[in-house]
Every structure is written in C-alpha cells, then in structure tokens.
C-alpha cells in the first residue's frame, strides 16, 4: 500500500517536471523566434523583452536611452545603450528595424 502511494506520488512528481520543461521550452522558442521585426524606436518593454538575450532590465534600458537621446538613427545605435555590446547585437540584428 505505502509502495503504491510512494510510485503515485514519484508520477505526478514526474508529470509536473515534464510539463514544467515544455513550457520553459515554449516561452523560449516564443522569444527566439520572434517573427515579425521590431521596431526600436517605438517597441514597448514588452516587445523589447522578446527579442534573444534582452531581459525587462535592458528593454528598459533601451526606452530610458531612446527618450534621452531621441531616435535610434541605425540599428547598431542600440550598441550605445549601457549592457548591449557586440554579441547581443549580434542576437538581435536580424530582429530589430527602425522605422
């Protein structure tokens, strides 16, 4: 009886990590993949998040620099904002436009 209790429990434990992992595995691919370009000179904190390797920190960070120094004038501008260096832009160039 305790065996049976002890393996129902060690499942449901399974499925929980199982399902944990899927959906960490989807929120990635979701950020990886982002489909349609963004725009940094309009993109919120939310859309700024979305792009690979850019976090809420540094999405804030690209806002707090875009309204002091205005306008991204080309996309490699975004290497001036303080924790963007060459390999995240490298993540996130084929990602990002300026419109």
Do not use: C, W
Request: hydrophobic content about 40%.
């Amino acid at each position: 009886m305790k065996e049976k209790i002890i393996t129902r429990t060690l499942k449901t434990v399974l499925m929980i990590l199982v399902v944990s992992f899927i959906i960490s595995g989807l929120s990635f691919a979701e950020k990886s993949d982002s489909k349609s370009p963004i725009n940094i000179n309009q993109a919120t904190v939310k859309e700024l998040s979305a792009l690979p390797g850019i976090a809420k920190k540094k999405a804030e960070a690209i806002i707090a620099y875009r309204e002091k120094n205005g306008k991204f004038s080309t996309i490699e501008d975004i290497k001036k904002v303080e924790g963007i260096g060459k390999d995240i832009f490298e993540k996130i160039k084929d990602h990002i436009v300026l419109e």
